[in-house]
């Protein structure tokens, strides 16, 4: 396959930056865009709340002790995605092979992109520049001959910065890769292969393709192409995940169906989220309920709709729940999209952990 030209843009602590932009008083001080102390959790934080150890996802309560003067802010989507709106013409103008993976990150594949000379890294350059003059946010930018690596570059001069790598530089760049950075590899997969001393894509080009699939399966095949710096996967502006969900297993089970229908305010809060930064969403078609029970049986309840209902979802989960009549471990809320074909790296399970 010829050489592509590939860039991955992921706007810098997105969230927080708006809230500072938009907030002088806000942009000496750590701050964090996130659930309160009670229950919530953090979106993300600016850079100087990162010094204390505050990270996304982090309880808030356990951010507030690492750094008790964090500022907290509610959180403002509707914002949020109208800057993505900002960024995303600006993409536009440079190429139609735009794939973005949440509001704030997209991959461009501008091979064929006349603009700045075809120069890529120069096309990087300007719109990080752009986004700058027109939104006051800072971007990152990866300009590498294929996704993986254009999204490990992003990362390696962040913020504000980008790295460009180009064919020749590959080899010698993705030797000192940690393995942590690779497409996939999250900290439990990143423990398996530290406790086969593996911790670079250095190590893992020292085994075998046919030792990484008996190690670990599938993902051995990819670890083994990932770690010479190979990645096929195109830039597919149709990027359509089927579905999007959220579930909570609770410490407790839920004794009936009234104690169910408890818990799905704070769960379409959080699909509300996870919908916000999977991006426009306009091929909804069906709201899904799942139901876990105490013996571990568990059953879905879908019906077409385009719209999030809650009145729908309580009556899908009683409706799920009577199947059973048992307590129940786990819940689980979702929309059905419009089917659409979907390649196989980027298939998303029904339902995906919290990440
Ligand atoms: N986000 C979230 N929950 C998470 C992770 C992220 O709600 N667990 C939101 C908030 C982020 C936005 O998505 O601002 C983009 O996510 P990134 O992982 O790109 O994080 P940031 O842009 O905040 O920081 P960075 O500068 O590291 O890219
Ligand atoms: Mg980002």
């Known amino acids: 396959m010829h050489t592509r030209k590939i860039i991955h843009v992921d706007m810098d602590c997105f969230y927080a ?18 659930g ?5 959790v ?14 996304s996802a982090m309880p808030t309560a356990q951010a507030l002790k690492l750094c008790p003067d964090l500022v907290l802010c509610p959180g403002r989507m509707e914002v949020y995605r109208e800057e993505s709106r900002y960024i995303r013409e600006i993409f536009a103008d440079y190429t139609t092979l735009v794939e973005p993976l949440s509001l704030d990150e997209a991959y461009l594949d501008v091979t064929d992109s006349p603009n700045c000379h075809n120069s890529a890294t120069w096309m990087a350059q300007e719109i990080r ?21 254009a999204k490990i570059a992003s990362d390696w001069h962040k913020p504000n910065g980008q790295l460009v790598i ?3 530089q590959v080899d010698a760049f993705i030797k000192n890769v940690p393995v942590r950075k690779l497409f996939g590899v999250g900290p439990k997969m990143e423990e398996k292969l530290k406790n086969h001393g593996i911790h670079t894509c250095d190590d893992l080009q020292q085994h075998s393709v046919s030792y990484l ?3 670990f399966g599938l993902m051995g095949e990819r670890l083994y192409e ?44 959080r699909l509300d989220q996870r919908i916000a930064r999977a991006g426009p969403i306009n091929d909804m078609h069906t709201l899904f309920i799942k139901l876990k029970f105490k013996d571990f049986q568990q059953t879905t309840v879908e019906q077409i709709c385009d719209k999030i209902e809650p009145d729908l979802i309580k009556q899908l989960i009683q409706e799920g729940y009577l199947r059973k009549t048992l307590p129940v471990r786990l819940v689980g809320i979702g929309i059905g999209l419009k089917a659409k074909e979907v390649s196989d790296m980027q298939q998303l399970s029904l339902f995906e952990p919290d990440d």
């Open 166 to 168: 180009t064919p020749y």
């Open 129 to 149: 520049a752009r986004i700058y003059q027109t939104r006051t946010l800072t971007a990152s930018a990866g300009i590498a001959p294929n996704k993986s690596l």
């Open 17 to 34: 930056a708006i809230e500072m932009r938009d907030n002088r008083e806000l942009a000496n001080k750590p701050i964090a865009v996130g």
């Open 213 to 215: 699939i008996n190690q």
């Open 226 to 269: 990932l770690a010479r710096g190979n990645d096929t996967r195109l830039v597919n502006p149709d990027r359509i995940r089927k579905s999007i969900s959220v579930e909570e297993t609770y410490l407790v089970d839920l004794p009936d169906a009234q104690a169910c229908l408890q818990v799905i305010p704070d769960l379409l809060k």
């Open 36 to 40: 309160d102390a009670h229950r919530g």
């Open 42 to 55: 953090i979106a993300t934080c600016n850079y100087l709340a990162r010094q204390f150890g505050v990270h």
